[in-house]
């Protein structure tokens, strides 16, 4: 099994910065994508970002030019730098890694998710 774990998550004003973190552990042969989600009061869980095993990104429209996903293979790792924060950034973040148990089996695990909030 795997576990993910969220942190950095917290409180800031608009136009600040935040910069989460995720750790995977647990019994597992490799790790393939990973990103990140987040859900808002009242609204579904929506793509903030990607990262592929070679690195390569993709980003919401809505957080594009502002956040900045990021992975730490020997770490079982995956960043997210938030900067120039919105109020409607706030949300409840999740990471996400699709990851392999066993050489060919591949199941997509997620975290606990950590809360971001920002202020007016």
């Known amino acids: 099994q795997v576990q993910l774990v969220e942190s950095g998550g917290g409180l800031v004003q608009a136009g600040g910065s935040l910069l989460l973190s995720c750790a995977a552990s647990?019994?597992?042969?490799?790790?393939?994508?990973m990103g990140w989600y987040r859900r808002a009061p009242g609204k579904q869980r929506d793509l903030v970002a990607t990262?592929?095993?070679?690195?390569?990104?993709n980003y919401a429209d809505s957080v594009k030019g502002r956040f900045t996903i990021s992975r730490d293979n020997a770490k079982n790792t995956v960043y997210l730098q938030l900067n120039s924060l919105k109020p409607e950034d706030t949300a409840v973040y999740y990471c996400?890694?699709?990851?392999?148990?066993?050489?060919?089996?591949?199941?997509?695990?997620w975290g606990q998710g950590t809360q971001v909030t920002v202020s007016s």
């Open positions: 996400s890694a699709v990851v392999a148990t066993l050489p060919y089996v591949l199941n997509t695990y």
């Open positions: 647990g019994s597992f042969f490799r790790i393939d994508a």
């Open positions: 990262i592929t095993s070679s690195d390569s990104t």
